[in-house]
Nanobody, 112 residues
Framework: EVQLVESGGGLVQPGGSLRLSCVAS????????MSWVRQAPGKGLEWVSS????????TYADSVKGRFTISRDNTKNTLYLQMNSLKPEDTAVYYC?????RGQGTQVTVSS
């Protein structure tokens, strides 16, 4: 069974940083492309970033480019999202995604 377990969310002030983690199990992580998506209150899912299985290719939404960094550790079956220079509009539940599967999400709130 595919399991994706996110952690690392929380309350942070504008301009602050957080690092999200997603521990994966139930599939061959190192062969899988992975993504982060988010859902802000009252809005639909928004793609944030993706990383290819080897980790050498990454893509970002324009809204986070230059502030967020996606990475992975295939030895730990873990996906990361380093978020810097956070803005109130980054407030959302962040989900780790593999194919059609996603985790339970972790809440990120950016507020003073």
């Amino acid at each position: 069974e595919v399991q994706l377990v996110e952690s690392g969310g929380g309350l942070v002030q504008p301009g602050g940083s957080l690092r999200l983690s997603c521990v994966a199990s139930g599939f061959t992580f190192r062969y899988s492309d992975m993504s982060w998506v988010r859902q802000a209150p009252g809005k639909g899912l928004e793609w944030v970033s993706s990383i290819r299985n080897g980790g050498g290719s990454t893509t970002y939404a324009d809204s986070v480019k230059g502030r967020f960094t996606i990475s992975r550790d295939n030895t730990k079956n873990t996906l990361y999202l380093q978020m810097n220079s956070l803005k109130p509009e980054d407030t959302a539940v962040y989900y780790c995604v593999m194919g059609q599967k996603r985790g339970q999400g972790t809440q990120v709130t950016v507020s003073s």
